[in-house]
């Protein structure tokens, strides 16, 4: 594996990458993404297989300072272009490269489709995944991985992101499971603000395990260790933009409860549920800094405490007898540090490869788990969402889901936020929103079969509203509005 780092510049590389995606793309024989057991046993294989797409995206948020700074809109317009290549190597081997570039003009940032990470509305290209894959090992059901690779959970609150790993996988009908361990080696995106140096140096072990009990319904397992070794001390200068906060060393731990029970459901539908509950414990040692220079800050002390916190994650979608619509339930409360006096953080913190960025109910696409608007991280917070999602016309689906949001204890701010992320400290009414999604399969809607390597055309699209509450002080009962609208073309 080699770094990422091209030796040419911004928006005329992107560009550059843009152009020799699309006109490449003609004339490859195309076939379906080499995920695990997507290849039928009897089909024959092909060496070289190639897929890609290409988004058209625009974002817009309206009123994102809550009226702090005259009530502010950002947008955003991008062109993504991806490519995943895959070089079978024998029935037992291949070699998965995955890369793209954005060309974007505006303020705000672009959304990436499978990952929900937000870019800072710069053009850049992105080396993805590069991995060497072995499956059916000594004629079992092992396959072992290596090399960077996306790491993903269902739902995204334990992980979704590419990181550098080695990899081993078993799966059967009753029992999967996996371990990994790395450490990202490289940057691998042209933008210097989407790369963290500190995430070079954050090693992680972790597992997951999952039993099918019963048809359909599963308990699961995840641990995790991660040691930031980045090394702060007394006297560091640091880039205002890109500030190492502290070193750690933690361990996650949690157990999922999911599935589909005909339980509160009649005729063949299934209520679908989850349940999550995760901890963590540790120590850090964390730097106190002040402005050194016009972009740069010094680190002036760094203390230590130990790390105590725990979470809570739960929803269900419950169909409506001989109704499309899907009723939607959730509560999602992260620990806050009301007691610091003990010399122990007992706030919940996700652990970096979180996504929050998943699919649920009718839903065919993505969206933020607790909100399009807010999109706080699972820390110090309750998060109560209602709502409904149902499947419309022939190939779309809309959905309307309703949040409030409260702090656990009060705070100047949040550890994550899509909006100005400054609190009183006294109040904990964070606010509301309201999302509205819709998404559609244009050429199944319209009736139109694939052409000229075309495979499918998808629209993606959100729409939503945040009032804020008494915890942003002068910005009690402003509103904020996020819109994001995407077309999606497959080859």
């Known amino acids: 594996m080699t770094s990422a780092t091209w030796p040419i510049s911004g928006r005329t590389a992107t560009l550059a990458f843009l152009l020799i995606a699309c006109t490449s793309l003609s004339g490859v024989s195309f076939a379906a993404d080499p995920v695990l057991g997507d290849t039928p046993a009897a089909a024959p294989l092909q060496k070289f297989v190639v897929t890609g797409e290409v988004r058209a995206q625009g974002v817009d948020l309206n009123d994102g300072d809550l009226g702090t700074n005259n009530h502010s809109n950002v947008g955003t317009a991008a062109l993504e272009a991806e490519i995943q290549a895959t070089w079978n190597i024998n029935p037992h081997a291949l070699f998965f490269w995955e890369g793209r570039g954005v060309a974007a003009a505006g303020n705000g940032g672009f959304q990436t489709e499978d990952t929900g990470g937000i870019s800072n509305g710069k053009s850049f290209l992105e080396w993805r995944q590069s991995y060497f894959e072995f499956n059916n090992l000594d004629n079992q059901p092992f396959t072992f991985r290596a090399g960077r690779q996306k790491l993903r959970e269902p739902y995204g609150l334990w992980w979704n992101n590419n990181f550098d790993s080695a990899r081993l996988l078993y799966q059967t009908s009753l029992f999967s499971g996996n371990i990994a361990a790395g450490q990202n080696l490289f940057d691998y995106n042209t933008d210097s603000a989407n790369n963290n140096p500190n995430n070079k140096d954050v090693a992680r072990v972790l597992g997951e395990a999952s039993w099918q009990y019963w048809y359909q319904n599963f308990f699961e397992a995840r641990l995790m260790y991660q040691d930031d070794h980045s090394g702060v ?13 502290g070193t750690s060393s933690l361990v996650y731990g949690g157990i999922r409860a999911a ?61 409506l007898p001989n109704m499309k619509p899907i009723i939607h339930l959730g509560y999602a409360y992260g620990s806050g540090d009301g007691n610091t006096a003990d010399g122990s953080d007992h706030a919940f913190r996700q652990d970096g490869l979180a996504g929050n960025f998943s699919r649920f109910g009718a839903l065919t696409e993505n969206t933020d788990n607790y909100g399009t608007v807010l999109r706080p991280e699972l820390s110090n917070i309750h998060i109560l969402s209602a709502g409904v999602t149902m499947p419309v016309f ?42 509205l999604l819709f998404n559609t399969d244009i050429l199944k809607e319209a009736h139109l079969a694939s052409t000229r390597g075309v495979t499918d055309v998808t629209l993606r699209s959100s729409l939503g509203f945040f009032w804020a509450g008494k915890a942003y002080g002068t910005g009690d009962g402003d509103m904020a509005t996020r819109g994001l609208v995407e077309v999606k073309i497959g080859f």
């Open 233 to 245: 001390s007394v006297g560091d200068i640091q880039n205002a933009q890109n500030l190492d906060l």
């Open 259 to 319: 599935g589909e029970t005909h339980f509160l459901a009649t005729g063949d539908a299934k209520t679908a549920y989850r349940v999550d509950l995760l901890g963590v414990t540790g120590h850090e040692d964390l730097a106190t800094t002040m402005p050194s220079g016009d972009s740069n800050r010094i680190v002036t002390a760094v203390n230590g405490q130990d790390v105590r916190g725990w979470a809570f994650d739960a929803a269900t979608d419950v169909p």
């Open 394 to 435: 022939e190939a779309a689906d809309v959905g309307a889901i309703y949040r409030y949001y409260r702090l656990a204890d009060a705070a100047n701010s949040l550890p994550s936020s899509g909006l100005v992320n400054n609190l009183d400290g006294i109040h904990k009414d964070l606010g509301q929103g309201i999302d």
